[in-house]
């Protein structure tokens, strides 16, 4: 089931004054390109939470991609579940209800096979019926899903949506997959800070275990870890767990 979080509005991370000057008409490929890595080296990346970063990252997308007014995101959970965790505005939302309503779209194609999914015509696509008069009824005539992949890492999916069909061309496949990979980029970097603050966490707790039972036991320091690695094993426990028992009792 997905879980629609509350969207927080969070002001735009980069400054589009110089970008402004350039029309969407008169744009080629690489003027595009060129707009698309001002806004990336513009935007925030000490955000405070992920969520804000990828949101900024939707936000600078729709601002960049020709013909995109609305953008969201779409996380894989460890258990394969998708979960919203951006949306530009209600549109993004309203595809939520929609996905968990169904379970089927565009977006939840993109995040599984990894592979960009286009939606040209709402009205006259045919292969998510439920998915596609939900978007239909929210006004979105086309629909571009990215996945969000980086180093081999998958995330899930980024979706540009536009009120009118027939948009999304070849110049916002390009610059969308930018979008995603940045976004990608920023939830890998956020998952190895995670990965490393959890290791150090480990580390701290292990290493009070071992002083309790150095100072109970009048043991060394690797005999201490010995009897945590024995306890470890006949409980079948992982040794974070042995040694967050013995440090607190209480959990």
Known sequence: MIVAREIVAVEPAFVAREIVAVEPASRTLAELAAVSAAMLQSLDLRRPTVDATVLAIAESAVAAVPGAESCGVLLLNADGTPEPRAATNHVPVGIGTILDETGEGPCLLAAHARRTVHVEDTAKDTRWPGYL??????????????????????????????????????????????????????????????????????????????????????????????????LSQQTNTKLRVVAEHLVDPSL
């Open 133 to 230: 008069s939900g978007a239909c009824r929210l006004g979105v005539g086309s629909v571009l899903c990215l996945p969000l992949t980086v180093n081999g890492n998958h995330f899930g999916s980024m979706s540009l949506y536009a009120e009118r069909p027939h948009v999304f061309g070849a110049e916002a496949e390009v610059l969308g997959a930018m979008f995603a990979a940045h976004a990608a980029a920023a939830m890998s970097g956020a998952n190895q800070e995670r990965q490393f603050r959890g290791a150090l966490d480990t580390r701290d707790v292990i290493g009070q275990a071992k002083g309790i039972l150095m100072e109970r036991h009048h043991v060394t320091a690797d005999q201490a870890f010995g009897v945590l690695v024995e």
